[in-house]
């Protein structure tokens, strides 16, 4: 029996249907009950009780945040991972939804209610259908993704092994796709994330006489104007990156020169060449800029994930059990990668996988908002939709 006709045996739409209520109720609990990184104490032990009566071995990470589940199927065979993050941002909600964030400041403004509800409706009925595919699923249901941390702390807990994970996958809100849509790209999907500051030096002095100075605050901004002038003009136009300016910070008072200014902010590309590129190039303009002004600037370069390369049979399987599952017209491929960063990029620096797009916008003005804005609201038709993708992806990918 092919795994196309295996799927639609075991109604996966089915079975989503039967919980699909109760899944609704879990993600308002989370939406209302959000915590920040390394602080979902709460968010472990509710996910932990959602389970527990399940066939799934649950194993919480050593420091109280985080879960990683292990569901056998019958017989030998690959292990498949599928990970969501928990964890929520410092925004003051702005939804006005009866079931807004009751912690004031901590919202869940990027999805991860979305995506943990997802999976713990898939874990819920892979769990039915343990029977019907061969190896294991590991589910990761990751802390601290938005300090770009969670990742990291999940490997060290041995997430890839005991049993080898041979791929991870993972799924992401996109407010630009359809409620009811899955959406799909081949190769890159997201950008690396680096952070950088640059500290101009000159000296100080009145800002009556400031020819008797060096003054840091125009050096800087000849180094701001230098610098958005990388992507276009060093770098090839069509080359995805981009540099943003975050902050700038000098000055003590309207009649004081400075002596120092400090630059900070984002570099977002696609390729880890292109990258390095940027950072020659920054040094090379902040260093000249500020000896031509009399002054100095020194570049410190953080790098944070690198970018998420989708495994093209992966991204292909998706789409068969997207087709297969909800229909051709549930699928879209993404015509371009997105600046964003995630830390599922680390995972796949030890084993191939997918990150996938599960669409939540509808025609009110509120869905189509961006992530991190205190006034999105995600469509829930959404919900169903990511645990019969994923549900199927995993029985498909299990038993080829």
């Known amino acids: ?8 045996e075991i109604d996966i739409k089915g079975l989503t249907a039967e919980i699909e209520k109760q899944i609704i109720e879990i993600r308002r609990n989370l939406h209302e009950n959000p915590e920040l990184s390394l602080q979902e104490f709460r968010t472990t032990k509710f996910i932990y009780e959602t389970l527990k009566d399940t066939d799934i071995e649950l194993k919480e990470c050593s420091n109280g945040t985080g879960i990683i589940g292990l569901l056998k199927g019958t017989g030998e065979g690959l292990t498949l991972a599928i990970r969501a993050d928990i964890d929520a941002l410092p925004i003051i909600e702005e939804t006005g939804l009866s079931f807004a964030s009751g912690n004031l400041g901590i919202m869940h403004a990027c999805g991860h209610d979305i ?12 769990n039915k259908v343990r029977e019907h595919f061969k190896g294991q699923i590991k589910f990761i249901f990751q802390p601290a993704e938005e300090t ?28 630009f796709t359809e409620a009811g849509k899955i959406s799909v790209k081949h190769d890159a999907i997201m950008a690396s994330t680096n952070r950088f500051e640059i500290e101009v030096f000159g000296t100080g002095g009145h800002a009556a006489h400031p020819h008797k100075s060096v003054d840091p605050i ?16 060093i770098l090839a136009p069509l080359e995805p990156a981009v540099v943003t300016i975050g902050q700038i910070h000098g000055g003590t008072a309207d009649n004081i020169i400075a002596n120092k200014v400090t630059i900070s902010g984002t570099v977002r590309s696609m390729k880890t060449e292109t990258s390095d590129k940027i950072k020659e190039s920054m040094v090379e303009i902040s260093e000249n800029v500020a000896k031509a002004f009399n002054g100095n600037a020194i570049l410190k370069y953080y790098p944070g994930s690198p970018p998420v390369i989708n495994d093209e049979k992966l991204v292909d399987l998706l789409s068969e059990a997207v087709k297969d599952s909800l229909g051709e017209e549930a699928l879209e491929y993404l015509p371009e990668p997105s600046l964003g960063g995630e830390d599922f990029a680390f995972y796949l620096q030890h084993v191939d996988g997918m990150l996938f797009r ?3 916008r509808n025609e009110t003005e509120a869905s189509q908002k961006g992530l991190h804005n205190p006034g999105i609201i995600f469509d829930e038709k959404s919900i169903p939709t990511g645990i019969i993708a994923m549900s199927s992806f995993a029985i498909k990918y299990l038993n080829q």
């Open 148 to 175: 770009m941390q969670g990742a990291k702390l999940m490997i060290e807990e041995g997430v890839f092994s005991e049993p080898k994970v041979d791929h991870i996958v993972c799924l992401h809100t996109w407010p």
């Open 1 to 8: 029996m092919d795994t196309k006709s295996l799927t639609a």
């Open 218 to 233: 125009p050096v800087a901004a000849q180094i701001v104007t230098g610098l958005q002038q990388i992507v276009s003009r």
């Open 115 to 126: 995506h943990t509800s997802v999976l713990l409706g898939t874990a819920i009925v892979l």
């Open 358 to 360: 599960l669409g939540t």
